[in-house]
């Protein structure tokens, strides 16, 4: 059992206490910018990203992550060497394996591809011509395998996969508002949905859309999950999770949990002095090329 907890100890959290723990990258929504901790929990490095959402390790070691209404890669001597930057908001970014960066710009409602000079080679568009989605719009969303779009449409409270054209070719009910979701090796999809009613949980949905795993708030004894952000499935079977603790709800839980498939907690992350709202995450001691949907994040 491992876990890194600075200032849990008040709410029973450190009944997971341990030396060691993960080694991961982590978006701070609240504070605004791009981190890498080390498994002892001190920060490495971080640059500043303003409402930084989502990020990835790339495997060139630079960071990629979101900046509010822009995504920027930047090396570990922070050097800027990828730069895109829209009137849109933007929560949701990935390398793709011929070097274009996918980009999903929420209020907008385009699915982009990007390549390394900063051009849209490929763009769909979700919503009408002249329509706004608006801040809710979307969240996190992923480009899979099959060139197929996976998007957490956070305020209708539905995950849709639209295929290469854009066209919906499956929609899954997500109550609470879903925050992220993945594409599991299994076929199945990971979701992460927020605190709206129905909410603060994590389930995984078969090809039948039967849900074959959840966690919800009540079924960690002495942890409460309040908003539920990142995703990680590790190759043990694990779900690492990033508990956001915006609304209210600062300094009330732990910031990253890991669960056994029979929802045992395994690993807690609880410095809410550094960190305030951690929003994404990729634990670095998992190998895998990112780009080569390796890493179920």
């Known amino acids: 059992m491992k876990t890194n907890i600075i200032s849990a100890v008040i709410v029973g959290w450190a009944a997971f206490a341990h030396a060691e723990g993960h080694r991961f990258a982590c978006a701070d929504y609240s504070q605004g910018k791009a981190c ?172 039948a859309g039967t849900t074959v795993w959840e966690i919800k708030d009540g079924d960690l004894a002495g942890i409460a999950l309040h908003f539920m952000t990142g995703l990680q499935r590790l190759p043990n079977g694990n779900t690492v999770v990033s508990n956001w603790l915006g609304h209210g709800q600062f300094g009330k839980a732990p910031h990253l949990i890991e669960i056994t498939p029979d929802k045992k907690v395994v690993w807690t992350f609880a410095d809410h002095q550094a960190f305030k709202t951690i929003s994404s995450i990729q634990l670095l001691d998992v190998p895998g090329d990112v780009t080569k949907n390796e890493i179920a994040h």
């Open 36 to 207: 890498v901790v080390a498994a002892d929990g001190k920060i490495e490095w971080e640059y500043p990203a303003k409402d930084c959402n989502d990020v990835w390790v790339l495997p060139n070691g630079n960071l990629l992550f979101n900046t509010g209404h822009g995504v920027k890669e930047v090396t570990r001597d922070k050097q800027v060497v990828f730069d895109y930057q829209s009137s849109s908001e933007i929560y949701a970014c990935q390398r793709l394996a011929n070097g274009n960066t996918f980009i999903g710009e929420c209020n907008a409602g385009r699915l982009l591809d990007v390549d390394p000079s900063g051009k849209i080679v490929k763009e769909i568009k979700l919503l009408p011509a002249g329509k706004d989605g608006g801040h809710l719009y979307m969240r996190n969303a992923r480009r899979l395998a099959n060139d197929h779009y996976l998007v957490a449409h956070y305020g209708e409270q539905v995950v849709r996969e639209y295929d290469s054209q854009g066209k919906v070719v499956r929609e899954i009910a997500a109550a609470g508002g879903p925050h992220s979701v993945i594409r599991l090796a299994s076929g199945n999809t990971l979701i992460a949905c927020g605190d709206f009613p129905g909410g603060r949980r994590v389930c995984e949905v078969d090809a």
